[in-house]
């Protein structure tokens, strides 16, 4: 014989009572399993992300964030091949040209960003000089002082630093 006051009849459940509502895991139950990841679609975001950050590369002062996407593409295409690889599917393209984009971009942005820290102190110095520039001629001397402090800094010859951008 069933308990009149039991859970299912109407009363409020109790303390260790399990409780089930369809289409709902049970109170205090596991959630549901999360669903794997459309390989397809995770190597589209990594190709995205691939193409930012050399898009971002370009820019002059988004190095950075450049590196950062470059990173993400790398993670994100990884696990998208990963990931096509454990659900037996087609490896997406898009996965792979992320990489290959991360990758580049790392290759292309680390060094550049390395030399803009090094260089930091003779750009900064550049930079203060060319904005208290009033005539051509001063900023082009700006420019021959940036020049024999990069070439002081890296312990290069006097004039091998090119007078690419010379001030004209």
């Given at each position: 014989?069933?308990?009149?006051?039991?859970?299912?009849?109407?009363?409020?459940?109790?303390?260790?009572?399990?409780v089930e509502t369809p289409g709902?895991?049970?109170?205090?139950?596991r959630p549901p399993a999360k669903s794997p990841e459309n390989p397809q679609q995770t190597g589209?975001?990594?190709?995205?992300l691939g193409i930012g950050s050399l898009a971002l590369m370009l820019l002059p002062t988004a190095f950075p964030l450049a590196l950062g996407l470059a990173v993400?593409?790398?993670?994100?295409?990884?696990?998208?091949?990963r990931?096509?690889?454990?659900?037996?599917?087609?490896?997406?393209?898009?996965a792979t040209a992320g990489i290959t984009l991360g990758a580049v971009t790392l290759a292309l942005a680390t060094p550049l960003l390395l030399f803009s820290l090094l260089t930091w102190s003779e750009n900064a110095r550049y930079t203060q000089c060319r904005d208290r520039a009033n005539t051509i001629s001063d900023e082009q001397a700006c420019w021959d002082r940036f020049r024999s402090d990069l070439e002081r800094r890296f312990n290069l010859p006097k004039g091998s630093v090119p007078d690419v951008g010379r001030p004209s």
């Open positions: 014989m069933s308990d009149p006051q039991g859970p299912g009849n109407g009363s409020r459940p109790e303390a260790g009572d399990r709902r895991p049970e109170i205090g139950g589209k975001r990594a190709l995205w993400a593409a790398l993670i994100v295409g990884i696990r998208a091949r990931s096509a690889r454990r659900l037996a599917a087609l490896t997406p393209g898009g």
